[in-house]
């Protein structure tokens, strides 16, 4: 598969430079020095899950994410934000809430995401994430009902604080069974009703391909929704190259095209050496 102008082969070349540097141990030992920037045109503004390094310590990651050309780093806490700031990189995605869907559960889930908010905004940081939670007894009528009222809760201080909530579109068919925000039109009801500029959807590339597909015309659709992009290959939540069947070249022309201004975050597990396949994911994306 061509990657517009760059094949995959031409991506690895380009990376190859850190690919002895890419580890996936607790210390990457002078590797910074050999990583290049990746991005030419930056109309996309990228960033990584940390989740998806797990043995890369925050702070090489940031120092390699910095060199490679990423904004931020993704689906952190307030605890991280000092070590963010010192790179001179955003936490795009900070953790907050879940269980929107249970009003039993909302004082907790609300109290997470006021928290956040605050830390946000004392970093300057953009997004907050929201779960929906799992359907278990609830019907996905009074689910929606019950995270409009629980989001409505979070939105006048999301909005006096500049910050965006995202609800987070998980598929419920292979990763998280039950989950109850897995198809585009519910999670677009629930903005509608919520009525605020500063709650929006998180728009999960991999999650959406398993459960609905249709990338490009979703994005297309509702782009005036969608708060924050992730991206992983499926099947198998890897690489974001020509071994998968999601063509992310046109998927981020149409992300662009729709005017969108926020991040979107890397969030596959790499199989091969971590930075050289994160090399490859942000080259890819530079459209």
Same mark, same amino acid.
């Given at each position: 598969?061509?990657?517009? /102008?760059? !094949?995959?082969?031409?991506?690895?070349?380009?990376?190859?430079?850190m690919a002895a540097a890419a580890v996936t141990g607790?210390?990457?030992?002078?590797?910074?020095s050999k990583l290049k920037c990746m991005v030419t045109?930056?109309?996309?503004?990228?960033?990584?899950?940390?989740?998806?390094?797990?043995?890369?310590?925050?702070?090489e990651l940031c120092v390699a994410g910095v060199k490679?050309?990423?904004?931020?780093?993704?689906?952190?806490?307030?605890?991280?934000?000092? &070590?963010?700031?010192?790179?001179?990189?955003?936490? &795009?995605?900070?953790?907050?809430?879940?269980?929107? /869907?249970?009003?039993?559960?909302?004082?907790?889930?609300?109290?997470?995401?006021?928290?956040?908010?605050?830390? !946000?905004?004392?970093?300057?940081?953009? !997004?907050?994430?929201?779960?929906?939670?799992?359907?278990?007894?609830?019907?996905?009528?009074?689910?929606?009902?019950?995270?409009?009222?629980?989001?409505?809760?979070?939105?006048?201080?999301?909005?006096?604080?500049?910050?965006?909530?995202?609800?987070?579109?998980?598929?419920?068919?292979?990763?998280?069974?039950?989950?109850?925000?897995?198809?585009?039109?519910?999670?677009?009801?629930?903005?509608?009703?919520?009525? $605020?500029? /500063?709650?929006?959807?998180?728009? @999960?590339?991999?999650?959406?391909?398993?459960?609905?597909? @249709?990338?490009?015309?979703?994005?297309? &659709?509702?782009? @005036?929704?969608?708060?924050?992009?992730?991206?992983?290959?499926?099947?198998?939540?890897?690489?974001?190259?020509? &071994?998968?069947?999601?063509?992310?070249?046109?998927?981020?022309?149409?992300?662009?095209? $729709?005017?969108?201004?926020?991040?979107?975050?890397?969030?596959?597990?790499?199989?091969?050496?971590?930075?050289?396949?994160?090399?490859?994911?942000?080259?890819?994306?530079?459209?």
């Open positions: 598969m061509s990657t517009g /102008n760059l !094949n995959r082969r031409d991506v690895l070349r380009g990376a190859s430079l607790p210390n990457l030992a002078g590797a910074e045109k930056g109309r996309i503004k990228q960033s990584a899950s940390k989740w998806c390094y797990r043995k890369i310590p925050l702070d490679l050309g990423l904004k931020g780093i993704d689906l952190l806490g307030p605890g991280d934000f000092p &070590t963010l700031k010192k790179h001179g990189l955003v936490c &795009t995605m900070t953790s907050g809430g879940r269980d929107f /869907n249970d009003k039993s559960k909302h004082d907790e889930a609300v109290a997470k995401i006021h928290q956040s908010i605050e830390a !946000n905004a004392e970093y300057g940081f953009p !997004n907050v994430i929201a779960m929906a939670g799992k359907r278990d007894t609830i019907s996905d009528d009074v689910g929606l009902e019950n995270a409009v009222i629980g989001l409505k809760r979070v939105a006048g201080l999301a909005e006096k604080k500049n910050v965006t909530v995202c609800m987070e579109y998980l598929n419920s068919k292979v990763n998280h069974k039950g989950y109850m925000f897995d198809n585009m039109a519910w999670g677009v009801e629930v903005c509608k009703r919520v009525g $605020s500029p /500063n709650v929006k959807i998180l728009y @999960d590339i991999y999650h959406a391909q398993i459960m609905e597909g @249709d990338i490009i015309r979703t994005i297309q &659709t509702y782009k @005036d929704y969608i708060g924050h992009y992730h991206t992983g290959g499926n099947p198998g939540r890897n690489e974001i190259d020509d &071994t998968q069947e999601l063509y992310y070249p046109a998927i981020m022309r149409a992300v662009v095209e $729709s005017g969108f201004e926020g991040y979107v975050a890397h969030e596959f597990k790499p199989i091969r050496d971590p930075l050289t396949s994160l090399a490859q994911a942000i080259k890819i994306c530079d459209v």
